[in-house]
């Protein structure tokens, strides 16, 4: 009887393409332990060096697990993950980011003296987080992913950790975040009782047959709030300035791109479940509290790190108006914006991390007096950062401001886009404030200049490099983004409906 | 009389909901780092109750396994969560949440 019962159970068991469809996580998690496991064996000096070759290689190798699950498309383990374009999209940007972010984590380390295997370990970690996110179709996955990514991150926010401004922010972010996860697990839990399932393409089918029930949009508001904490979205921001302070500067630096990625392609997920018109008002109130308040708080601020928290906010805010508009054009725009945001913040944290330089010193508005006469190229660099923050053309970020808002308008946003607008009018402020300290103050204060090493000119030239491209030839990557849009309406039954929810989309706009 | 002993799954959703309100305002109105850290945990509880009379309602396990993760979850989240208040003891010397002060504005 067991002979007869066994090819049964075989069939159910993961087929080999499924561990495919999850390489790049495993990849990562390999590496991770890795470096884990060498770390005790090598001395604090050489340990540092090798084991961020090591995370380095690994982030690069699960790059290149990428494009190995990109060739098998489709569902694994019981309908937990889906390999689509959308994924893939959002696995090259978040392992990209923890590439970037370990380069420029090389100098930090060594002029702060931290431990290098639990850092670096829990960034392969936290990335794995992340990635698994984006490829998630099952709301207990998508805990588990959300989790792996958050816990990563407040220990990594804690990691300068003699330092009280440190072990506080890393508190914060602590009770904060797995406060605002567990408003997410009650909305899940109400979702999973509204329509009886955990999957999303169930829970689509189940809510499409019939009215949406109020339990329903409870729980989606509930699992709002806690993406909202995520991606740093007001009403649920307040965390943001503190934690971006009192955390290690690159680490800053993924924080606020890598989660705030993977939360956004989670949003978009659950908002292509619901019908977006359920929740359209708290994302239009988000938007518009998150820009407002983003900006208007970034006015008054010293603290560049603190200032680039408030303008983190605010782009969250811009963020969220593509996800006011209608689902095809918005998500498109929502994913190249995401780009082109990691792109230009990274790297402007990766200048602020070492211009910072031991103990983070040198942080306040002051310090930036002169920076472009006393390192010319440095200042440059972070010129052109944050003129593609404010969204100047040729940059990344005009083109992920200009698709947002043609979303916005072709959905009939007018007020939103005007709001929009007007704020980052208003943002273009706070950052040509810090350029006019670097270029038109002499300095006051007796600043060394360390020259800049190796691993840091390379994160700075890929940062670089992806804002003057997306700025320039922003095509291939809109694109792509627009095709994988497509595959995103929840399959279920496929062909059939995809093709008729793609039409009515068109028909509206 | 039997029938009136009967419990039903808004039973169960009333004491949810009862837990999930008591763990908000936990959070929310004490000052000890530890008791908002029970009170996180209450919310959780209140989650698994859900799960679990969800799953009696719908039929099948998802929900009991979903709750199993949860459980798993909070206590990696309890260690991590402990660890950070260790180090924040070390720096302050206090666990209460009015001395969370240093950054601000």
Sequence with gaps: MSVAFLPGVLQTLPQNADYVRILPEIVLSVFGMIVMVLEPLLDEKTGQKILGLIALAGALAGLAATWFMAQVPGVAFWNMIRVDGFSVFFHVLVIAIAAVVILSSYEYMAVQRIRAGEYYALILFGTVGVALMSSAVELVLIFIALEISSISSYVLAGFRRHEAASAESSLKYFLLGSFATAF???????????????????????????????????????????????????????????????????????MSTAPKAAAFAVLLRVVFVINVHAIFWVIWIAAALSMTLGNVSAFVQDNVKRLLAYSSIAHAGYVLVAFAAAPQLGTSAVMFYTAAYAAMNLGAFAVVTHFANAGERYVTLEDYEGLGRSSPLLAATLTIFLLSLIGIPMTGGFFAKFYVFSAAVKANLIWLTIIGVLNSGVGAYYYLRIIVMMYMRESRKEIPVTPTPLALRVALAVCLVATLYLGLFPGRVLQYAQDSAQQLVPQTSPGVTSSAKVHTATETF | MESMLHITTLHYLVLGAALFLLGVVGVLTRRNVVIVLMSIELILNAVNLNLVAFSRLWGGLHGQVFAIFIITDAAAEAAVGLGILIAFFRNKETVNIDEVNLLKW
Aim: net charge negative.
């Design chain 1, 184 to 254: 997410f697990l009650y909305g899940v839990a109400l979702m999973f009782g509204a329509t009886g399932s955990t999957n999303i393409d169930l829970i689509a089918q189940a809510l499409r047959a019939g009215p949406i029930p109020l339990l329903a949009f409870v729980a989606v508001a509930l699992m709002f709030v806690g993406l909202g904490f995520k991606v740093a979205a007001a009403p649920f921001h307040i965390w943001t300035p503190d934690v971006y302070e009192g955390a290690p500067a690159p680490i800053v630096g993924f």
